[in-house]
């Protein structure tokens, strides 16, 4: 798997190669120091991933990524930053970004590129918890019509996107963990999700 990485702290950039390619997976294509320096390097790389920071000069990481979807739109961007900004969360998802993690989660880097290949979205625990302020939406009782989700259906995909676990969400609708988890399945087939993070993201963009 080929990934670019750009960000502004040439000693991260370093350090985040030596990270991946300890990953026998991946072989990071090129680096960049600059917005700019994303949109050429991703035309001239066409990388599977572009992984890359958001506030870099002139040109940020929202800014680049627009380019590059425009240009490319089965483009797969991952951010990471150290920002956990709402503007910029929103700003990502408007985007499509695949993914926004923050740096001081260094350990979940290579699954989530991994992950990210493998057609998923990843945002990390603390952008999750946010997301439901960002999508600047209320109380969603009328949600997600003309999908064919029941009543039911609909209840769990709310837990799910709240961050309730099975468990939780079982107590809470008085059902069996087991009940639920199938719900689950019933409910990421039909909308056609992989897993739970897209389920909560697909919630928090269509209603």
């Known amino acids: 798997m080929k990934v670019v990485i750009v960000d502004d702290d040439k000693l991260v950039c370093q350090a985040l190669k030596t990270i991946l390619e300890a990953d026998g997976d991946i072989k990071v294509s090129a ?14 790389y066409k ?7 958001i506030r870099m000069g002139e ?12 240009e490319n739109p089965s483009a797969k961007i991952l951010f990471l930053t150290t920002f956990a900004d709402n503007e910029y969360i929103a700003d990502a998802l408007k985007l499509g970004a695949k993914g926004y993690l923050l740096k001081q989660n260094f350990e979940s880097i290579v699954p989530s590129i991994k992950a990210v290949q493998s057609g998923q979205n ?8 946010k997301i439901p ?13 003309g ?8 209840d769990i995909i709310k837990q799910v996107a709240e961050g309730l676990s099975n468990k939780e ?6 059902l069996s963990e087991g009940t639920v988890r199938n719900y689950i399945s019933i409910v990421l ?19």
């Open 31 to 44: 680096i960049g120091n600059k917005g700019e320096d994303a949109v050429k390097l991703y035309m001239e």
């Open 47 to 53: 990388p599977d991933i572009i992984l890359m920071d």
């Open 59 to 70: 040109v940020t990481g929202i800014e680049a990524g627009q380019q590059i979807i425009k």
């Open 122 to 129: 990843v945002y990390g625990d603390e952008i999750i918890a």
């Open 133 to 145: 302020k960002v999508s600047g939406k209320g109380d969603k009782s009328n949600m997600l019509e």
């Open 147 to 154: 999908y064919g989700l029941t009543d039911r259906e609909k």
């Open 169 to 174: 969400i079982a107590g809470l609708l008085f």
């Open 189 to 207: 087939e039909k909308l056609e999700l992989r897993d739970r993070t897209q389920l909560a993201i697909f919630y928090y963009k269509n209603t």
